[in-house]
C-alpha cells in the first residue's frame, strides 16, 4: 500500500513538472530530432528553427564537454533534440572531429556560421563610427584636392590640415552624418562618423598633410575630416538571449539617414553597455499607438503599441546600441519601442 502511495506521488510530481514545462515549453511543434548544419545558416536562422523564441537558445542549449568550444558551429555539424534530466535539450554533434584512429584528426569546414547575415552589416561594422561630440570638429580637415580639385576620388592625393599623429600612416576619412539624440531625455549620447574612404599618408610638410585616396565610398570634399583607422575586431559568434531587466528603449536612427524601419535595417537604440546590454540580446518591437479622437468622450486617446516585430544587438557602446531588424510585419519607424520579449 505504501509502495503505491510513493508510486502515485511520484508520478504526480512527474506529471505536474510535465505540465509545467509544456506551458512554457519554447519549442515549435514538429521540429525534427536531428538538423545538418548548412552553409549560409546563421545562428539566428536556427534557434528561430528549433524554438517559438529564439533569445531562449542559452537556456536549452547543451554544451557537450568533449567538443573543443561547443558555442561555435559550423556547416556539416549535426544539432540533435536530446532529454537531460527528462527535460529536452539541443546538443551539437561536431561532424569535424571523426575517429579514425587512436587519436582524434580534425577535418577543416571553414569558418564557423555567423549569428545573422553578415553582408547586411559588414559596412557599419567595418566602416561607420560613433564619436563623441567635438571629435570630429578637433581633427584634422581636408583643404584641397589634387590641382585645387574640390571634389577626389579613389587614385588621387588630397592635402589635409591639422594637428596629426606622426606616427599613424592610414587614415579613414569621415563627415559628420548627425547626433544620435536620446528622444527620451534630449542628451546626447554620440555623434555618427560617416565613412567616406580612407587615405595613406605620402608626405609630410609642416601642417599639411598630403594623403593618396586608396578608398572612397563617396567624393572627398573640402571640410571632410580624418582619423586613424580603428583596429576593431567584429564579433560575429554570439547566441541570441533576453536583455537584462529594465532595458526598455526607443528606435533612435536608421541607417542610412530614413525614418523608417524594414527587415535587415540597422538601426540604433538609447540603450547601452551601462543598462547591461551585450551582444545577442534580442528586444521586441512595438510600434507607438496613434492618436485618435474618441468621438463619443469628445477627447484624444493614445492607443496602446502592438508588437510588430524583432530586433538583434549586434554592436554595444557604452550609452546605446546597434541592433538588426530581424522581423518587421509592419511599418516600423523612429521613434518606436524597444522591450523585453
Known amino acids: 500500500m505504501k509502495i503505491k502511495k510513493v508510486l502515485l506521488a511520484m508520478a504526480g510530481i512527474w506529471l505536474t513538472a510535465a505540465l509545467s514545462f509544456a506551458q512554457t515549453d519554447p519549442f515549435n511543434p514538429d521540429i525534427p530530432d536531428r538538423y545538418v548544419v548548412k552553409k549560409g545558416d546563421t545562428l539566428w536562422d536556427i534557434a528561430a528553427f528549433f524554438l517559438n523564441k529564439p533569445w531562449l537558445w542559452p537556456e536549452i542549449w547543451h554544451v557537450n564537454p568533449q567538443?573543443?568550444?561547443?558555442h561555435l558551429i559550423y556547416p556539416g555539424d549535426e544539432i540533435s533534440l536530446i532529454y537531460v534530466d527528462g527535460r529536452p535539450r539541443l546538443a551539437l554533434n561536431r561532424s569535424r572531429e571523426v575517429k579514425l584512429g587512436p587519436q582524434i584528426r580534425v577535418q577543416p569546414h571553414g569558418d564557423p556560421i555567423p549569428a545573422i547575415p553578415l553582408d547586411a552589416i559588414d559596412s557599419?561594422?567595418?566602416k561607420t563610427r560613433v564619436v563623441e561630440p567635438g571629435e570630429l570638429e578637433a581633427a584634422p580637415y581636408v583643404v584641397a584636392g589634387q590641382e585645387k580639385s574640390i571634389i577626389v576620388g579613389a587614385g588621387s592625393d588630397f592635402y589635409v590640415r591639422g594637428e596629426a599623429d606622426e606616427d599613424q600612416s592610414f587614415w579613414g576619412v569621415y563627415r559628420n552624418g548627425g547626433n544620435y539624440v536620446d528622444p527620451e531625455t534630449g542628451d546626447i549620447l554620440g555623434v555618427?562618423?560617416?565613412?567616406?574612404?580612407?587615405?595613406?599618408?605620402?608626405?609630410r610638410n609642416e601642417e599639411i598633410l598630403t594623403l593618396h585616396a586608396t578608398?572612397?565610398?563617396?567624393e572627398i570634399r573640402i571640410g571632410d575630416r580624418i582619423l586613424p583607422v580603428e583596429d576593431r575586431t567584429i564579433d560575429t559568434v554570439f547566441y541570441p538571449s533576453a536583455p537584462p531587466p529594465d532595458s526598455d528603449g526607443v528606435i533612435m536612427?536608421?541607417?542610412g539617414g530614413i525614418d523608417s524601419v524594414?527587415?535587415?535595417?540597422?538601426?540604433a537604440i538609447n540603450r547601452?553597455?551601462?543598462q547591461g546590454l551585450r551582444i545577442g540580446n534580442s528586444f521586441a518591437i512595438y510600434k507607438v499607438g496613434e492618436q485618435v479622437r474618441d468621438r463619443i468622450g469628445d477627447d484624444i486617446v493614445k492607443l496602446p503599441p502592438e508588437r510588430a516585430g524583432l530586433l538583434l544587438v549586434f554592436r554595444t557602446l557604452e550609452r546605446m546600441s546597434f541592433g538588426l531588424a530581424r522581423e518587421?510585419?509592419?511599418?516600423?519607424?523612429?521613434?518606436?519601442?524597444v522591450r523585453e520579449p
Do not use: H, M, Y
Not at 555618427?192 to 608626405?203: H, M, P, T, V, W
Open 215 to 218: 578608398r572612397s565610398v563617396e
Open 253 to 255: 536612427a536608421v541607417e
Open 328 to 337: 518587421a510585419n509592419r511599418p516600423l519607424k523612429v521613434g518606436d519601442l
Open 262 to 267: 524594414g527587415r535587415f535595417d540597422v538601426v
Open 67 to 70: 567538443i573543443a568550444n561547443p
Open 192 to 203: 555618427r562618423a560617416q565613412d567616406i574612404g580612407s587615405g595613406r599618408l605620402k608626405a
Open 272 to 274: 547601452g553597455e551601462t
Open 124 to 126: 557599419f561594422l567595418s
